[in-house]
């Protein structure tokens, strides 16, 4: 796979791991490294990451959003929180900082992760717009992360269920922020045709 091209419009993207045990350090984090690592597979972009790892508390969730979008971030993924358990306040951090919802994306994330594990239908995750940020989240469980970005794949590599980061791309075109471009074998981006600038 090639490096990132600096004929490729520079991204920036907040990466929220929320765990309280990852945060506390009874666990190792494998939520930042998962979503880090998917990213740089996937995107032809250079990239900067702004990385935050939080315990699952509804108020620290929302003002880490506030900040990663303050900060020019044009996504942001979160991982964790999202499920039913008590702590689980990911999705209501999420909505409180919202200019816009998203819907697509969860009920999207909700389908491919079908494809996986029947607990799928226990995920809450949701998408938002705040300013020109695209916020969504996503499920703890570090492998959830490459499953829901990536999608379902069929043995001989053709896509089963399309993953969520397809749609990503011309959301954050027509939000105004970078032209980010994917490598195809990872996830393939959808643009209209009149969206897509010429091959680079
Ligand atoms: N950041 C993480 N790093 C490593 N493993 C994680 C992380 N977050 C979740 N997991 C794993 O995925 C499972 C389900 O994630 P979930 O977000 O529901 O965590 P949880 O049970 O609420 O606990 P916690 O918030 O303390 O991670 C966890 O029980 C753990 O095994
Ligand atoms: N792709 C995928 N989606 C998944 C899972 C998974 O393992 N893979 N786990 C499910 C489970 S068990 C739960 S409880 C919900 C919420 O997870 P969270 O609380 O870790 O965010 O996500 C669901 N979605």
């Not at 389908?111 to 996503?138: G, H, K, Y």
């Not at 829901?148 to 269920?161: F, H, M, Q, W, Y």
């Not at 105004?176 to 680079?200: F, L, M, S």
Request: net charge negative.
């Amino acid at each position: 796979m090639s490096e990132p091209s600096p004929a490729h419009d520079p991204v920036r993207i907040g990466i929220v791991s929320i765990s309280d045990r990852a945060s506390s350090g009874v666990y190792q984090d494998q939520g930042l490294p998962a979503l880090q690592d998917w990213l740089t597979r996937a995107l032809k972009n250079p990239i900067t990451f702004e990385a935050r790892l939080i315990p699952d508390e509804q108020a620290r969730i929302s003002e880490t959003l506030i900040e990663l979008v303050d900060l020019g971030c044009a996504l942001v993924l979160t991982t964790g929180g999202t499920g039913p358990a008590k702590r689980d306040v990911t999705p209501e951090a999420t909505l409180a900082v919202a200019h816009k919802e998203m819907p697509g994306f969860g009920e999207q994330m909700r389908q491919v992760s079908l494809a996986f594990v029947p607990t799928a239908i226990l995920s809450r995750q949701v998408a938002v717009i705040r300013d020109e940020t695209l916020i969504i989240n996503l499920p703890g469980q570090p492998k959830a992360i490459a499953e829901t970005l990536e999608g379902a794949k069929n043995a001989d590599g053709s896509v089963r269920v399309n993953g969520i980061f397809s749609a990503v791309p011309y959301c954050i075109d027509l939000i105004g922020g970078p032209y980010i471009e994917t490598h195809d074998e990872v996830i393939k981006a959808w643009r209209p045709k009149n969206a897509a600038r010429p091959t680079r």
